[in-house]
């Protein structure tokens, strides 16, 4: 006889067998049921966020930060909308999460009460899967396929509408098993020479990663191609995490989100190599196109909606990077031989005067003018944070304009070091690195915002003084929205910034700091920015660190 067990002990039951170890939520009286069975399960932590877009932002940045599987849990159909912004954030970067609402019992939801809304299709646009639970015999088998589909590439967030009279009844039910999708196929043999044969066709061949090398765990394998080939090699233009190992003799830089500049960076080529998404991924609209007349296109990926998305691609090999690329340098090396090893020591040797390392050296030279500066530049602020960050430090970034130079000043150096704003939807980067840093105790984690996207989700500081995580939060104040002004100017020619400043009066990020609980320091002397940095990142606990910078266009 199959043992009773009520749904809402059953759900957390279910989620701690696909690997959960942290619930993310805020609660309401429809997730009452869930709170009640905590007490049942002491080894499941609930990490409460003050609002629903939080919960969804703070999840993402823990998987982000980990690779995991991750679950939360929001309050019915206004939680589910102040969580749409970061559900799309999560969308965005395929994250694998399970997102559940409570939602009012079956049949009290047909008389509309307060709070009811259709969850599953408010979810819909923005998951791989939505369903609301009828009866309490499917909630294992909902759950099992809710966690398979989350994290089969291309992984994504799946939703579940969980009505309380499920949660509360009770049955004989069985919780199954967990089921994991193995994706990481490689091409065929047939398909492997032909790629192969491309690249050595090409005379000057150049390389652009993307965020799939950071879940394939290709980042050591994407570098040795580069080098194999003697490749110029660019993260694209969503540098949004660790896509390429920024000191390799091949490692260039970012490209520019803007037509024109990338277009021109890429113009010498004769061959991009496209490793992941979509390699070209712009901001605004430009009659220019990014892709140069001519250049051809190799891809490989598993999210086979990003290949040859926008361009037509000569080769497209639908594949787990890493495992493709472990298959395709040995048949390079033999296709190639010492031919191809003479040809690649030659373009390394050309690439040195302009490469990554090459360029932050001059870059470091360049912004060292601006060191006495009041109010503080920006770029300066940054070189000054990235030298006093401790090298297994985690930095996430929402700097917007302040944080232009970051990932030309800072070297990716592992997969889960750097995360960055990927869809654009700003007050991510303060509630991610709670997650992260929930993620990784055991790394200091260092959050660069801008002033403007601080203000979207300030609140999350309280869970992380909550939780007393080791969390630096740098602020760069600039006194309004830089970026729409900048924006405003370059593409009007006005100079009327209307609803672009918040001086008057003037955003105290110290002050809101220490009213959720953290430690707080405001900093307008560029001489104290580095060693004031330094030691808050190596002391313990939840810091804010508020920097007056230059906010001047």
């Known amino acids: 006889m199959k043992n009773k067990i009520t749904g809402r002990s059953a759900f957390l039951a279910l989620l701690k067998d696909e690997g959960i170890t942290h619930l993310f939520g805020n609660p309401g009286t429809t997730e009452l049921p869930i709170m009640h069975a905590l007490k049942d399960h002491p080894d499941l932590t609930y990490v409460m966020a003050m609002q629903e877009s939080l919960v969804v932002a703070i999840a993402d940045g823990y998987s982000r930060a980990s690779g995991k599987l991750v679950a939360c849990n929001v309050h019915v159909a206004p939680g589910l909308g102040n969580a749409m912004g970061s559900l799309y954030n999560a969308q965005f970067t395929g994250t694998p999460m399970i997102l559940t609402a409570g939602q009012q019992e079956q049949g009290h939801g047909l008389m509309e009460p307060v709070l009811y809304g259709p969850l599953v299709r408010m979810a819909e646009p923005l998951v791989k899967w939505a369903v609301e639970v009828t009866r309490l015999e499917d909630l294992p088998r909902i759950v099992r396929r809710a966690a398979k589909i989350a994290t089969t590439p291309p992984t994504g967030p799946v939703f579940i509408s969980l009505p309380g009279d499920i949660l509360n009844s009770e049955a004989g039910i069985e919780l199954g098993r967990s089921t994991r999708i193995d994706a990481r196929v490689k091409p065929s043999d047939e398909a492997l020479k032909a790629f192969a044969a491309r690249l050595l066709k090409a005379e000057r061949p150049v390389i652009v990663t993307m965020d799939e090398v950071v879940k394939s765990d290709a980042l050591k394998e994407a570098a040795e191609l580069a080098e194999l080939l003697g ?50 991924r712009m901001s605004v609209y430009s009659e220019v196109d990014a892709l140069p007349d001519g250049l051809g296109m190799v891809q490989v990926g598993l999210v086979d909606w990003e290949i040859a998305k926008n361009y037509g691609a000569e080769i497209a090999l639908k594949a787990d990077l890493k495992e493709t690329l472990r298959a395709l340098i040995p048949v390079l090396k033999e296709m190639g031989g010492a031919t191809l090893a003479n040809r690649a020591k030659q373009r390394l040797a050309e690439l040195v005067p302009n490469n990554w390392a090459a360029r932050r050296a001059a870059l470091v030279e360049q912004i060292g003018k601006s060191a006495s500066r009041t ?9 000054q944070m990235v030298e006093a960050m401790p090298d297994h430090a985690i930095l996430v970034d929402e700097g917007l304009t302040s944080s232009r130079q970051i990932t030309a000043l800072r070297p990716h150096r592992d997969r889960y070091g750097y995360h960055g704003l990927a869809s654009g939807g700003i007050g ?27 203000m979207y989700s300030i609140q999350s500081l309280w869970t992380a003084a909550h939780h007393k995580l080791p969390l630096n939060v740098v602020i760069a104040n600039n006194g309004g929205y830089r970026i729409i002004k900048q924006r405003l100017l370059a593409f009007h020619g006005d100079d009327n910034y209307v609803g672009m ?3 008057d009066p003037p955003v105290d990020f110290a002050g809101l700091a220490r009213a959720l609980g953290c430690e707080a320091i405001k900093l307008s002397d560029p ?11 190596n002391r313990p606990g939840t810091k804010l660190i508020e920097v007056m910078v230059d906010g001047k266009l």
Not at 252 to 271: E, H, I, N, S, W
Not at 375 to 381: A, K, S, T, Y
Not at 433 to 453: H, L, Q
């Open 231 to 280: 490749a110029a090699a660019y993260q694209s233009s969503t540098p949004y995490g660790s896509h390429f190992l920024s000191e390799s003799p091949s490692f260039v830089g970012t490209l520019a989100r803007v037509q024109k500049v990338a277009r021109d960076t890429l113009a010498p080529y004769d061959l991009l190599i496209a490793l992941g998404g979509d390699p070209l």
């Open 375 to 383: 109010p503080i530049d920006p770029d300066f602020l940054v070189l």
């Open 428 to 454: 991510w980067g303060l509630p991610a690195s709670v997650g992260a840093s929930i993620a990784n105790p055991d790394r200091p984690v260092v959050c660069f915002s801008g002033d403007g996207s601080a």
């Open 501 to 503: 400043d918040f001086v």
């Open 527 to 537: 001489s104290e920015l580095k060693a004031t940095l330094a030691s808050a990142f």
